[in-house]
C-alpha cells in the first residue's frame, strides 16, 4: 500500500530456482494474491493486473528457501530504447548492438556503414552514439515516475542534463542498406522516431550491386543471416559472395560481422584480425573483425578465369553450329562439350536459355576462388552468344551423363521448346540435364519414323522424350517404363502438351528388370535407354549396366515382335557390347549428330528379328 494505491495496476515476473516449486506462473500468482488480499483486509479497492503497462511491476526471485522481492524501477527492459517499434524478421537486441558497436573499435570520426542493416538498429545506435545521446532520452516512460517518492524536479534536470551533451554538428556519414522495401520503410520509420534522421541514411538497395558507398575507407558492422532465426536458401553460397564483394569494392574498410553459424563463417573466405563470443538470445555466435586489404587485384580469392580464351574457342564453334541449326530448323544444340582440355565444361543452348555444365576435376582453386573463376566463364560465355545473364544455369557434375538426366529438385523453372514437330516441357530446376537428351536427337526421329502403327515400348523412359517422337509418329500405342514418379508425371505432361491421348500412351512405374520379367505383352520397336548404374530401392539389387546389359537385352529381345525393332542406346562411348550378341548393328555414326561429333557421348545398337 506503501507503493499502489488502491484500484492501481501491477504486474508480478518470477523466476524460480526452488525445491518448494519450479512453476514460475504459480509464484507469480500467488505473490498476486497475497498483495491483493492486503488490500482486501483493509477494505480498500483491490489493484487488478495489467501486464503491458503495469504501475507497480514486481520482479520475485524464489532461490532454494530464499525470497528477493523487488520493485522494478524501469517497467519496460532497459534494452528497449523505445524507437524500434517495426522491426524485420530477426531484430537484433539494441544492446547487443551498441555493445557490438564498442568492440567493432568504430570512432565516430569514420564513415560507418550497415550493408544488410534491416530494421535498421546498427545505424541508429551508432547515431546515438556519435551524438552522445543517452538511450533513455527516447523512452517516453519508465515505472518509478509512478512510485510516490517521484521526483519530477530531479528528473527533469537529469534530462536536461542528458539533453546538453547532445552533439549535432560534425557527424559523419552513418548509412544502411536494405534490399526488402518493407524493412527499408521500416526502418526508416524507426530512425525518426529516434531523431536521428538528420545522421542517419537508409537505402533501399541490394548491397551486391549498390555503389554508394563513402569514398573514404571506414568501419562497417553487420548481422548477416546466418540460417537460424533469419532463414536464407544456400547460406553457405551467400556468406562466399558477402566475402567477395568486400574484398573485392571496400579495400581499407574495417569490418566486423555477427555469425552464429560456423560453416557460414568459413565460407566468408576471410581471415579475421580478432573476435569475440557473444549471445544474441540463446544463440551463441562469433564477433568477427577483419581488415580488408587495401588492394583487391591482389586477392588471393580473385583468381582470372581464361576467359579470352575460352571465348575465342566458343566463338568459332558457335559460329559454324548456328549456321547449321538454322538451316536444320534446331533451336536446341550443344556448343561447346571440352573442346579446351583445361576448360571442362559442356554448354548446351535451348533457345535463348543456357546451360552451363562443369565436370568435376581436381584443381588448386579454393571454393570461393572457384566460384568467381566459373562467373567469369559463364559472363565470358554469355557474352558471345548474346544471352543474358539471367537466363544462364549453371550446374556441377561428377561424370558425363550416364542415361538420361536425375530427377528434378524443384517444380518452378520451366521452358517450352519445339524439335522436329514435337513440344517438350524443359525443367532448369533439374539436378542434371533440363530433360531433354540432345545426343538422341537423332534417335527421336528414327523413332518417330518406325513407330507408324506400331506398339512401342521406352524402358528407362525418363521424361517420356522417346514416347512422344512414337506417339508424334502415329504409334498404335506407347509404353513408358521408369521407377521414377516425377519422370513419369513430366512425361505424361510432354504427352498432353502434344495432344496424346493418355488411353493409348501408358504409364508404368516399375523397376525395368522386374517388369520385362513379368510383363506378358510384346511391342514392335523397343527402346532401351539405360543408366550405368542404379539400385532399386525395394530390394536394394544393384544394377551394373556394363555387367548386366547381358541380362537386360535378352529379357528386352523376349518381348520383340517378329520383324521387330530394338534400340540399345548407351548414354558412355567407352561402353563395350558383350560379344556373344553377334546379332548387334551398331549404328553410332547414324545416331550421333553434327554438334556431338566433335566429342561422341554415346553408342547406339540395332537389334532386329
Same mark, same amino acid.
Given at each position: ?180 522495401? !518493407?524493412?527499408?520503410? %521500416?526502418?526508416?520509420?524507426? &530512425?525518426?522516431? =529516434?531523431?536521428? #534522421?538528420? $545522421?542517419?541514411?537508409?537505402? *533501399? ?87 580488408? !586489404?587495401?588492394?583487391? %587485384?591482389?586477392?588471393?580469392? &580473385?583468381?582470372? =578465369?581464361?576467359? #579470352?580464351? $575460352?571465348?575465342?574457342?566458343? *566463338? ?91 530427377? %528434378? ?9 519445339? #524439335? ?190
Amino acid at each position: 500500500s506503501q507503493w499502489l494505491k488502491p484500484g492501481g495496476t501491477l504486474a508480478v515476473n518470477a523466476t524460480v530456482h526452488s525445491s518448494f516449486t519450479t512453476h514460475t506462473l504459480f509464484v507469480a500468482q500467488l505473490t498476486k494474491d497475497a498483495i491483493v488480499d492486503q488490500f482486501r483486509a483493509s477494505g480498500a479497492e483491490r489493484p487488478s493486473v495489467d501486464l503491458k503497462a503495469p504501475q507497480l511491476p514486481i520482479s520475485i526471485t524464489l532461490f532454494k528457501n530464499h525470497v528477493q522481492v523487488c520493485l522494478d524501477s524501469s517497467g519496460e527492459s532497459l534494452h528497449r530504447r523505445g524507437y524500434r517499434l517495426e522491426t524485420g524478421d530477426a531484430p537484433l537486441n539494441e544492446t547487443l548492438a551498441s555493445g557490438i558497436l564498442a568492440l567493432s573499435g568504430w570512432d565516430p570520426s569514420q564513415p560507418f556503414l550497415d550493408p544488410l542493416c534491416g530494421s535498421g538498429t546498427f545505424p541508429i545506435e551508432a547515431a546515438l552514439r556519435a551524438t552522445c545521446t543517452a538511450p533513455g532520452l527516447i523512452r517516453k516512460k519508465f515505472a518509478f515516475q509512478n512510485w510516490p517518492d517521484y521526483d519530477r524536479e530531479l528528473y527533469q534536470t537529469i534530462v536536461e542534463d542528458a539533453k546538453s551533451r547532445v552533439v549535432s554538428e560534425g557527424i559523419v556519414p552513418i548509412q544502411g542498406v536494405e534490399m526488402d522495401p !518493407e524493412v527499408a520503410a %521500416a526502418a526508416l520509420e524507426n &530512425v525518426k522516431r =529516434a531523431g536521428m #534522421e538528420r $545522421f542517419v541514411q537508409i537505402e *533501399r538497395a541490394d548491397f551486391f550491386s549498390w555503389s554508394g558507398t563513402s569514398k573514404t575507407p571506414g568501419v562497417m558492422v553487420l548481422n548477416p543471416p546466418y540460417d537460424e532465426r533469419l532463414k536464407v536458401e544456400h547460406v553457405g553460397e551467400f556468406w562466399e559472395r558477402l566475402g567477395l564483394r568486400l574484398k573485392q569494392n571496400y579495400a581499407g574498410w574495417k569490418a566486423s560481422i555477427l555469425c552464429g553459424n560456423p560453416v557460414a563463417g568459413k565460407a566468408l573466405g576471410l581471415r579475421p584480425t580478432n573476435e569475440h563470443t557473444l549471445f544474441n538470445g540463446s544463440i551463441e555466435c562469433r564477433l568477427f573483425h577483419f581488415e580488408l !586489404e587495401s588492394s583487391p %587485384a591482389t586477392e588471393s580469392s &580473385v583468381v582470372e =578465369a581464361p576467359t #579470352e580464351v $575460352f571465348a575465342n574457342r566458343l *566463338r568459332k564453334t558457335a559460329k559454324h553450329l548456328s549456321k547449321w541449326a538454322k538451316r536444320e530448323g534446331i533451336e536446341c544444340w550443344r556448343v561447346y562439350d571440352r573442346d579446351i582440355p583445361e576448360l571442362p565444361y559442356v554448354l548446351d543452348l535451348y533457345q535463348d536459355r543456357l546451360f552451363f555444365s562443369e565436370i568435376q576435376r581436381n584443381h588448386d582453386r579454393s571454393p570461393l576462388e572457384h566460384k568467381e573463376y566459373l562467373r567469369q566463364l559463364v559472363l565470358a560465355a554469355c557474352d558471345v552468344l548474346k544471352i543474358s545473364a539471367e537466363r544462364a544455369t549453371l550446374k556441377t557434375r561428377k561424370a558425363p551423363k550416364t542415361g538420361g538426366p536425375s530427377e %528434378a529438385s524443384a517444380p518452378g523453372d520451366w521452358l517450352e521448346v519445339t #524439335e522436329n514437330g514435337s513440344r517438350f516441357l524443359l525443367n532448369f530446376n533439374a539436378k542434371s540435364d533440363p530433360g531433354l537428351a540432345l545426343d538422341q536427337r537423332a534417335l527421336r526421329a528414327a523413332i518417330r519414323k518406325d513407330s507408324q502403327g506400331k506398339h512401342f515400348l521406352s524402358l528407362y523412359s525418363s521424361t517420356g522424350t522417346l514416347a512422344v517422337a512414337a506417339a508424334q509418329g502415329s504409334a498404335a500405342s506407347t509404353t513408358s517404363v521408369d521407377s521414377s514418379g516425377t519422370f513419369l508425371e513430366w512425361t505424361r505432361k510432354n504427352l498432353e502438351l502434344n495432344g496424346q491421348s493418355h488411353k493409348t500412351n501408358a504409364l508404368v512405374r516399375a523397376d525395368v528388370l522386374g517388369f520385362l520379367a513379368n510383363d506378358t505383352k510384346t511391342y514392335d520397336v523397343i527402346v532401351l535407354d539405360p543408366p550405368a548404374r542404379s539400385i532399386n530401392r525395394a530390394t536394394l539389387d544393384e544394377f551394373d549396366l556394363q555387367k548386366d546389359h547381358l541380362l537386360l537385352l535378352t529379357s528386352a529381345l523376349e518381348r520383340l515382335n517378329a520383324n521387330g525393332k530394338l534400340y540399345f542406346f548407351v548414354g558412355s562411348h567407352h561402353f563395350e557390347l558383350d560379344r556373344s550378341l553377334v546379332q548387334a548393328q551398331e549404328i553410332t555414326r547414324k545416331t550421333t549428330p553434327l554438334d556431338f561429333e566433335r566429342r561422341p557421348t554415346h553408342r547406339c545398337w540395332l537389334f532386329t528379328t
